[in-house]
């Protein structure tokens, strides 16, 4: 490998003047433009040519073209005067040159296809496929282009058969021995660009799952939501590797060892109750249904329960006249069964995400403003309001009947502490979980299905209600720059891929002067939000234990410019840390952190949209060691309902790092949610299983 390596990469001082030429004197090429205009890439490929057409690249015969043009250049300039004495033949030959390079790039890429069954893009140029051989030998490619061995790389045995070792961990990569996987792709990046160009037949992974990846567990993939919002999950990459000679790597196992748990911190279980267990009339629906399903989660030891307390129906008629009658009862039967409660401080409406069964709006009393000012709603660009939840510009704005929008969430949460007092004082309710957005998330409702969005489009910015614009003049005004008291106008739309828009595509305005501002203030205020509600909710909850819920946007997460977590608030570009003010934030409001999808792996999602770059691992591990490096509690729910030992082992790789130096582990994990599908004879084994694994205890199937 290193061999070919040094065959692929030049380095000389003509590659990079021949590069220079592109730029000056070729910028009228349009079929250049078209392939992005790289010439660092254009020169690479200059070195680089087909032998024989079997796809294997030398440096041999175009090496031989640039001294012939080297030469002919010297010789053609009368008394030794400089190359731009004859323009228009220097830009003959420049574009010779590049139509040539741009020829043995397509042979050598044709050739990698068609013998190396190598899945490159479309577009892909030689810098794909060095990088693509790079990765497959175990090295780290960074975005810049800078190549190092992996700290982490797999050694041969003796055989010269490549072995698989696993590892339990994704978060401790300097501990871990990698796996080589048939069908990989490495999770553990903390570079988005890193996967660019790394559709290969299999890809080096520095951060497995030591668990085998079943069929069955690429069925729903988590969007953003409650949890219960699914789509698809499809593997990234399906090559073979039928012909990889000398290179072989073996199949995965079906089931690969499991760590043995036993004795390992107690991290608590907690199931969330259906969305509808208390319909619109605040009622307890099915008791007697109910408590046989708890009963049967109190017999395998489940700690407790999660719920929704939602606003559209205990304040559903009038300001400040709360109805708590079903969560009263509801309450009485967990206290009865001797389980914990998580309560979910709901201020957003139910039904409008996939997966939603049921439907509570926000109170009527709210409808009735927004019909006369539909600026309390989030407005996107098109003038489209949402009324999923309030537009935070209304925090501090007495719009709903004479008070701010704080001053309703403060009351309810103040209600709700009084109500519910003993179960308080009696340790009954473990936890508050505090809703700050959309789907009970710190976000910005970007995505929103009733709009037309659909996976995996990157969404838009949702700032065009008259508060926020009022907000963002005043930011532009104290930048000194008021022409940028806008929104981006090429930001695309819902479905939008980030390479189709001005805005988001790589060296969008997204990371100039003015995107940079825009951004800075779109995330602050989704930070200045949340650091308002949660202050609020430590005054009403005092001594309690509270949470608050970041949304899982993995798509597009190994662009550059990671479009959807931008349009959702999180800044979070691939040269930025986006997560890590929105940490210090609860760290400040002593609050814990709960982060989603931790049972998703990144080989299921592409299968359907290979184009999307997702990484649900590279998201977890980023916002899961953004919480750890201030120390915060981090509590956590799967992403889709998880009925299989894939997924469990998964979420127990995540909950429980393996050879972690701190010890650290989840405070607690919710699961997603209780359901007919659930107490299903061999999921619920499955299930139990689980839960045995998270206390600590030890299992009698487990294989070693």
């Not at 960074?142 to 490549?162: E, H, I, M, Y």
């Not at 997460?557 to 479009?563: L, M, V």
Request: aromatic share 10%; hydrophobic share 35%; with cysteine.
């Amino acid at each position: 490998m290193a061999t070919d390596m040094q065959r692929l990469v030049g380095t000389s001082e003509d590659d990079e003047e021949m590069g220079m030429d592109v730029k000056d004197e070729d910028d009228d090429d349009d079929d250049y433009e078209e392939n992005g205009g790289e010439q660092g890439n254009a020169s690479v490929s200059g070195m680089v040519e087909i032998d024989g057409g079997n796809g294997i690249g030398t440096a041999t015969d175009d090496n031989r073209f640039q001294q012939h043009q080297q030469f002919q250049e010297q010789v053609g300039t009368p008394g030794g005067g400089t190359r731009r004495s004859r323009p228009l033949e220097e830009k003959e030959r420049t574009k010779l040159r590049e139509r040539r390079r741009r020829a043995i790039t397509a042979r050598i890429l044709a050739g990698l296809r068609r013998h190396g069954n190598y899945n490159l893009r479309v577009r892909a140029d030689i810098n794909d496929v060095i990088a693509a051989l790079a990765r497959e030998a175990g090295w780290v490619v960074l975005p810049d282009g800078t190549t190092f061995p992996s700290r982490s790389q797999v050694q041969k045995p003796a055989g010269g058969n490549s072995t698989i070792v696993t590892s339990s961990s994704s978060h401790a990569a300097s501990q871990q021995t990698p796996s080589a996987s048939l069908r990989g792709v490495a999770s553990g990046y903390r570079s988005p660009l890193e996967y660019n160009a790394c559709q290969t037949k299999s890809v080096f992974m520095p951060t497995p799952s030591p668990y085998g990846l079943s069929s069955s567990s690429r069925s729903q993939t988590s969007m953003v939501g409650d949890g219960e919002a699914q789509r698809d999950n499809r593997p990234l990459i399906g090559g073979s590797m039928d012909n990889a000679d000398d290179k072989q790597i073996a199949d995965l196992p079906p089931r690969l060892p499991e760590r043995d748990l036993a004795g390992t911190p107690y991290v608590p279980v907690y199931v969330m109750l259906p969305l509808g267990v208390i319909n619109i009339k605040c009622e307890l629906v099915d008791p007697d249904g109910l408590l046989k399903q708890l009963k049967v989660l109190k017999s395998v030891h489940v700690d407790g329960v999660m719920v929704d307390c939602w606003w559209g129906i205990v304040e559903a008629h009038a300001p400040q006249e709360y109805n708590w009658n079903g969560y009263k009862r509801l309450f009485q039967m967990v206290r009865e069964l001797k389980l914990k409660l998580q309560v979910v401080m709901s201020f957003h409406e139910c039904g409008g995400n996939f997966g939603d069964d049921v439907c509570i709006p926000l109170p009527h009393w709210v409808a009735e403003i927004g019909r006369s000012n539909p600026d309390i709603f989030f407005t996107d660009r098109e003038g489209r309001h949402n009324p999923e939840c309030l537009s935070w510009g209304i925090d501090k704005e007495r719009v709903l009947r004479g008070r701010t929008a704080l001053e309703v969430y403060f009351d309810f949460m103040r209600s709700f502490r009084v109500e519910f007092d003993e179960y308080f004082e009696d340790g009954l309710i473990s936890m508050i979980e505090v809703g700050l957005g959309p789907c009970g998330e710190l976000r910005y409702p970007s995505c929103p299905v009733k709009h037309g969005w659909r996976y995996p489009g990157i969404g838009e910015f949702q700032c065009y209600d008259q508060y926020m614009l009022k907000s963002l003049r005043k930011a532009a005004e104290v930048r000194g720059h008021a022409i940028w008291a806008r929104g981006p106008d090429n930001a695309g739309t819902y479905n939008s891929q980030p390479h189709e828009t001005g805005f988001f595509c790589d060296g969008g305005d997204y990371d100039g002067f003015y995107g940079r501002f825009f951004l800075s203030w779109y995330s602050q205020v989704l930070i200045d939000h949340g650091n308002r509600v949660l202050s609020l909710a430590k005054l009403a909850f005092e001594g309690s234990c509270i949470a608050a819920k970041l949304s899982g946007i993995y798509w597009w997460y190994k662009t550059a410019s990671h479009a959807a977590e931008l349009t959702a608030g999180y800044y979070n570009p691939c040269n930025r840390d986006g997560y890590a003010a929105i940490m210090t934030m609860l760290k400040t409001n002593g609050i814990n952190l709960n982060i989603p999808c931790v049972d998703l792996h990144t080989l299921n999602q592409h299968e359907g949209f290979p184009e999307t770059f997702a990484d649900p691992e590279g998201l977890v591990w980023q916002v899961l060691n953004a919480g750890w490096e201030v120390d915060l509690p981090v509590t956590s729910q799967n992403g889709f309902p998880c009925l299989n030992r894939v997924g469990y082992n998964k979420v127990l790789d995540n909950a429980k790092p393996m050879n972690d130096p701190d010890g650290r582990h989840f405070s607690s994990f919710t699961y997603l949610r209780l359901s007919s599908l659930l107490m299903e004879r061999q999921n619920f084994i499955e299930f139990e299983r689980f839960v045995k694994r998270m206390h600590g205890e030890a299992v009698l199937d487990l294989q070693v």
